[in-house]
């Protein structure tokens, strides 16, 4: 538990920004299917290790977490502990792609498709797992070591098949939506430091702010909270090199 009469209701403020590709919108590759096809083809599955919405270039599945040590947590967040977190073998493939797990919450790795699965989860601080799930079947876990970057999630059936778990020791991770948006809720005021992700680029280090070129060195981003407001970062442009290593 968090002892609100430590915490002041004050001393918290949230985070935004966008994340944008900074060049001509890339067009997503059919999957090709060596299992299943005749199930799997059904989801049409393209490329989708790295989504920019047509609309407005927002990239969508970036990972911005705090990297901060030992952060206050707020109590709101007590609530999320007791609901399980759910990746889904969905469609042959996980969904959702980037799943949010704090070291508290438990796993719970679903298949939803009418075919067999298994989940593979490489880890470097917990004990990698491998279950089989079969159609309709669940695998509970929980990890209780954070990792420093999202873990890879595969399946030996279907090799197209990918996907990631952040697991952090606080709540405060979060991947960008379709628009490329991110927004944390209730971080502690003060100077934080975030880690901005992708799977296909890796560090986000290299970006456009406000009409200037900015590193981001390993992907490392400082921003300062404001108590009892929300600190708009804007649009971030993301260089486009960093996708084509």
Known sequence: A?????LSAEGWGHLKLRL??????????PVTLTKDAAYCGKFKLVDDSLIVNPENKGIANVVVYVRTKDVAIHPDYEAQIKKPVLMDNKGCRFEPRMTILWTEQTIH????DAVGHNTALSMFFND?????????????????????????ATCGIHRWMTGWVVIRSNPYSTAADKNGLVELKNLPAGELEFQVWQEKAGYISKVTLDGTATEWIRGRAKFVIEAGKTTDVGDVLVNTALFNK
């Open 2 to 6: 968090f002892p609100a009469s430590q």
């Open 109 to 112: 790795l679903k298949n939803s």
């Open 128 to 152: 990698s797992i491998n279950p089989l799930i079969p159609s309709g079947g669940t695998y509970k876990g929980q990890f209780k070591n954070e990792e420093r970057l999202p873990a890879k």
């Open 20 to 29: 944008v590709y900074d060049g001509v919108v890339p067009k997503r590759e």
